[in-house]
């Protein structure tokens, strides 16, 4: 996957796999650490996996 991929997948939202475009994907459960999440993830059309990353970017006060 060149970086070129990377940066489509990402500007996508990760809705489509980065290796070959499909969109059949599977996510394991997310873990979170310090402001971080990772998900591993699996094409069911090509068979890759890769991990997500996401990070904190805002919080909003719940409703009482």
């Given at each position: 996957?060149g970086?070129?991929?990377?940066?489509?997948?990402?500007?996508?939202?990760?809705?489509?796999?980065?290796?070959?475009?499909?969109d059949?994907?599977?996510?394991?459960?997310?873990?979170?650490?310090?402001?971080?999440?990772?998900?591993?993830?699996?094409?069911?059309?090509?068979?890759?996996?890769?991990?997500?990353?996401?990070?904190?970017?805002?919080?909003?006060?719940?409703?009482?």
């Amino acid at each position: 996957m060149g970086m070129t991929d990377k940066a489509m997948y990402i500007k996508a939202k990760g809705l489509a796999c980065p290796f070959c475009g499909g969109d059949s994907l599977e996510g394991s459960f997310v873990e979170i650490l310090a402001g971080k999440a990772f998900q591993q993830i699996a094409c069911c059309e090509c068979g890759n996996t890769w991990q997500d990353i996401y990070e904190l970017v805002d919080m909003e006060i719940a409703a009482a």
